[in-house]
C-alpha cells in the first residue's frame, strides 16, 4: 500500500527568500604576554585542524624609505629568506620545504606582516627557522643584486600595463610624487637601481628589532604553554630600540585636472577618478564603507550597472577605498572601449554626483549592509584568515573584540549618514582624473572635465 506524498510547499518566486540575520561572530580572547626581548605575543587556540598560522607584524612600511631609496622596505623584507649567516639561499628554501612551511612577507604603507602556516607538530621547528631568517638574515650582495634585478623587470613589466600605469598616476597626482602614498610601494625604477646590500642591512639593523613587534599564533596550540617556549626561541633576536609605526604626512588637498597618457594602438582606455579618502580610525569609516557599497563598491552598485549593464561599455566599473593609518586613496576606476572614454569619464562622474545629492533608496542600502556582514564568518574559517584579521587589528590599534561588533556597526548605519559621508568624502570637483590609453583625438573632450596634462607612453616607461 502506497502512502500519500504530502503536497510540496508552494513558493512565490516572484520574490527572493528573506535573508537571515547576520551570523554572530564569537571569537575566543587572546592569551597575551611579552618575552623578555620585548616582542609582544597574542595566541588564539583554533584546533580544527592540526595546523598553526603564525604572524610576525612590524611597524616598518614604505613609509620609512630612505630618500632616493624608495622600494628599500620591500626588497629588504623578499631578502630574509635569501640566506642566513649559517645558512645559504638555497638551504633556507630547503629547510622549509623539509617542514612543509608556507613563508610569505608582505609589506604595506602601515606596517610589515611576515606570515607563516605549518603543522602543529613542526611548530617549534618552524619557529626557530623563522627567527633565522628574521634575526639573522645575511643580505649577500649577490642575492641582493638579484632581488633589485627582478624588481627592475617587474617595474619594465608594469609599465607596459594601462592599467598600472593608471593607478601609479592616479595615487602621485593625488598625494603628489613626494608623499609615500604617491609613490609605488615597490619604489621607482630610478630609486630601485640605488638599492644594494648594505643599504637593506642599515633597514634591517635599525627596523627590524622585537620592541614594537607583534607575534601572533592562531591554531592548534595552547596558547599558556607558549611563553616558555618562545622566550628560548626567540631569545637570539637582539631587544634593540623600541620601533612605533610610523605614519605618513597627512595629504595635501590633490590638484584637479586631467592626466592623459597617450599609448598609440590601445583598443580600450583605462580610466581612474579619485582622491583622498578616509582614515582607518576615522569614526566615519562604517557608514563610508557602506557608501563605498552602494556607489561601486559591489557588482550591483550603481557605476557597474550603469556602465556595465545599462551601457555596455565595459567589463566592470567599481569603486574602491584604502583606509589606512593616514587618509589612504578613494578612487573610481574602469577600463573602457577607447571611442567612448569621454563618455564614460561624464557617466562616472555623473554617479559621483548623484550619491551627494540624495540619501541611497532603501533597497540599496539594505544590499549593501547584506553584503558586507554576511559573509564576514568566512574570512575566519582557518587559522590563517583569523590570524590575518588580527593582524589588522595589531596594525591600527582595534580593540579586541572589534569584529565581534562590526555586524552591529554597519548595521546601525542610516541612509542620512551615507548621505553625509558622501557629500563630505566624494568630491570629483576637486579631483584628479587619469586616462590611459589611446587618448589624444578625445582631448578636446575630455577638457571639459579639466586641464589637460599629456604625457606620452615612452616618457612614463623612463621613470
Same mark, same amino acid.
Given at each position: ?163 598600472? =600605469?593608471? !593607478?601609479?598616476? @592616479? ?11 604617491? *609613490?609605488? +610601494?615597490? /619604489? %621607482? ?100 564603507? =557602506?557608501? !563605498?557599497?552602494? @556607489? ?11 556602465? *556595465?549593464? +545599462?551601457? /555596455? %561599455? ?122 590611459? /590609453? ?26
Amino acid at each position: 500500500m502506497r502512502t500519500a506524498r504530502a503536497a510540496p510547499a508552494r513558493i512565490d518566486r516572484s520574490r527572493p527568500p528573506e535573508l537571515r540575520p547576520a551570523p554572530a561572530i564569537r571569537l575566543p580572547r587572546y592569551h597575551r604576554s611579552t618575552l623578555r626581548n620585548g616582542l609582544r605575543v597574542l595566541a588564539v587556540r583554533h584546533d580544527d585542524l592540526p595546523q598553526v598560522a603564525v604572524d610576525l607584524v612590524l611597524p616598518v612600511s614604505t613609509s620609512n624609505d630612505p630618500p632616493g631609496l624608495g622600494g628599500l622596505a620591500v626588497l629588504t623584507a623578499r631578502a630574509l629568506t635569501e640566506g642566513t649567516r649559517t645558512k645559504s639561499a638555497q638551504e633556507v628554501a630547503e629547510a622549509f620545504d623539509e617542514l612543509g612551511v608556507s613563508f610569505a612577507a608582505e609589506v604595506g604603507h602601515d606596517a610589515t606582516v611576515l606570515t607563516l602556516d605549518c603543522l602543529a607538530s613542526v611548530l617549534e621547528d618552524a619557529l626557530r627557522l623563522l627567527v633565522e631568517v628574521v634575526a639573522e638574515p645575511a643580505f649577500d650582495p649577490k642575492e641582493v643584486n638579484r632581488l633589485r634585478d627582478e624588481r627592475l623587470d617587474e617595474i619594465a613589466r608594469g609599465m607596459d600595463e594601462p592599467r598600472i =600605469v593608471a !593607478n601609479l598616476r @592616479l595615487v602621485e597626482s593625488i598625494f603628489g610624487p613626494d608623499h609615500p602614498s604617491g *609613490r609605488p +610601494e615597490g /619604489g %621607482w625604477k630610478e630609486d630601485v637601481q640605488r638599492i644594494d646590500a648594505e643599504a637593506a642591512r642599515r633597514f634591517h639593523a635599525r627596523w627590524y628589532t622585537p620592541r614594537g613587534a607583534t607575534l601572533l599564533l592562531v591554531g592548534d596550540l595552547e596558547p599558556r604553554e607558549l611563553p616558555g617556549l618562545l622566550d628560548s626561541l626567540f631569545g637570539p633576536w637582539s631587544a634593540g630600540g623600541s620601533v612605533e609605526a610610523t605614519a605618513p604626512p597627512e595629504p595635501l588637498v590633490p590638484a584637479h585636472g586631467v592626466w592623459a597618457v597617450q599609448r598609440p594602438g590601445s583598443p580600450q582606455s583605462e580610466i581612474r577618478i579619485g582622491g583622498v579618502g578616509i582614515g582607518r580610525s576615522d569614526p566615519d569609516y562604517f557608514a563610508f564603507k =557602506v557608501q !563605498n557599497a552602494i @556607489l561601486g563598491g559591489l557588482f550591483n552598485s550603481r557605476i557597474n550597472m550603469n556602465l *556595465r549593464e +545599462e551601457k /555596455g %561599455w565595459t567589463y566592470g566599473a567599481y569603486t574602491r577605498f584604502e583606509a589606512r593609518r593616514r587618509r589612504g586613496p578613494f578612487y573610481a576606476t574602469t577600463a573602457v572601449d577607447a571611442a567612448v572614454t569621454p563618455d564614460a569619464v561624464a557617466e562616472m562622474l555623473g554617479e559621483m554626483e548623484r550619491v551627494r545629492k540624495s540619501r541611497p533608496r532603501e533597497d540599496e542600502l539594505s544590499l549593501a549592509k547584506n553584503a558586507l556582514t554576511l559573509s564576514l564568518p568566512r574570512l575566519f574559517e582557518t587559522p590563517g584568515q583569523v590570524a590575518a584579521q588580527m593582524s589588522e587589528q595589531v596594525v591600527y590599534g582595534l580593540p579586541e573584540d572589534y569584529w565581534e561588533g562590526y555586524g552591529a556597526a554597519i548595521s546601525r548605519v542610516t541612509a542620512r549618514e551615507v548621505l553625509r559621508v558622501a557629500r563630505r568624502y566624494v568630491r570629483p570637483e576637486t579631483w584628479p582624473i587619469v586616462v590611459a /590609453g589611446d587618448v589624444e583625438s578625445h582631448l578636446s573632450k575630455l577638457a571639459r572635465f579639466g586641464d589637460v596634462t599629456l604625457e606620452d607612453w615612452s616618457t612614463v616607461r623612463a621613470r
